[in-house]
């Protein structure tokens, strides 16, 4: 029955969250996005495995120009902002 969504309520659909990448250079900006990814997990408690990312080449591999950068189960979800926790609560729902 793994991965087949929330299981209180039988929600098949329910999207599963294996992991969340935070792509950046290491700035002020990458770091306050990744902690804000932290508190948002912590807030809806969601158990996850969160990286921050800051090889060039592996962001490279991602296609995008812009950082800090959201990746939720490989895809990414946004490009060049800080989202706030808020935002991300619902990026992640």
Request: hydrophobic letters at 40%; aromatic letters at 2%.
């Amino acid at each position: 029955m793994a991965n087949e969504g929330c299981s209180c309520c039988g929600n098949s659909d329910a999207k599963v969250i294996s992991s969340i990448k935070v792509l950046g250079s290491g700035c002020t900006n990458c770091h306050k996005l990744h902690q804000n990814v932290i508190d948002a997990c912590a807030e809806i408690n969601l158990a996850t495995d969160i990286e921050f990312v800051t090889d060039m080449e592996k962001i490279a591999g991602y296609g995008v120009m812009s950082m800090p950068c959201i990746v939720i189960n490989e895809k990414i979800a946004s490009v060049g902002k800080v989202l706030s926790k808020d935002e991300i609560i619902k990026l992640l729902k």
